[in-house]
Every structure is written in structure tokens, then in C-alpha cells.
């Protein structure tokens, strides 16, 4: 069982930052596979970004260049660094995890955090 706690969201203008953290409870972190996907309102859950154990990354087009996934295997967390951020960017964030290959479809994943709530305003 893995349990996932984010952290870090809250409100910022268009251009600003934020990073999110993603702490996870486990012995086996280090060997799952980690993705952030975000939900706005009235919006179906859309992926962001995932990373492979090994550090292998894969991004939407819409935040490739923006956005940087990295994992820390001694801290049980992994991290999702948003620059240059849009309004469109406003959504509900989620950290999954998965025992397995990356992959960018959201109920291929196993475990799920509460999210948290990232606000751009113009």
C-alpha cells in the first residue's frame, strides 16, 4: 500500500511558479512509477507528467518546456516544478503512483493523493 500526500499548490498570477510535492509512505517508492494529472472544473482528468523509476520523464504537450517532473528516492517524494504558468493551468493537481511502465492514462495508476489546488490568475 502507498499513500500520497501533496503539497504546494495555492494561487499565483499568470507567469509565476509553484512547485508541488508529492510524499509518499512505502518501503518500495524507489521502484514505482510516479505522474502528476490535473482536473478542472467540469474537465475529465488530463495527465501532466510522469517519471519512471529509472528518471525516464514523459510531458503533455501543453506544459512541455514549462513544466519539470523530478523524484526523490531517499525523501519518498517527487516534485513537479511549474514555470511560466497560465490561466489554463488552474486545475485540482493529483500525484499517482503505479507498480509498473510509464504510462499517461490515468486509471492505469494504482494510488492516488488527495490533490491540491493550483490557481492562475490573469
Known amino acids: 500500500q502507498v499513500q500520497l500526500v501533496e503539497s504546494g499548490g495555492g494561487l499565483v498570477q499568470t507567469g509565476g511558479s509553484l512547485r508541488l510535492s508529492c510524499a509518499a509512505s512505502?518501503?518500495?517508492?524507489?521502484?514505482?512509477?510516479m505522474g502528476w494529472f490535473r482536473q478542472a472544473p467540469g474537465m475529465e482528468r488530463e495527465f501532466v507528467a510522469t517519471?519512471?523509476?529509472?528518471?525516464?520523464?514523459y510531458y503533455a504537450d501543453s506544459v512541455k518546456g514549462r513544466f519539470t517532473i523530478s523524484r526523490d528516492n531517499a525523501k519518498n517524494t517527487v516534485y513537479l516544478q511549474m514555470n511560466s504558468l497560465k490561466v489554463e493551468d488552474t486545475a485540482v493537481y493529483y500525484c499517482a503512483a503505479r507498480a509498473g511502465v510509464v504510462t499517461t492514462v490515468w486509471d492505469e495508476y494504482h494510488y492516488w493523493g488527495q490533490g491540491t489546488q493550483v490557481t492562475v490568475s490573469s
Open positions: 512505502g518501503r518500495t517508492f524507489s521502484s514505482y512509477t
Open positions: 517519471i519512471h523509476w529509472s528518471g525516464t520523464t
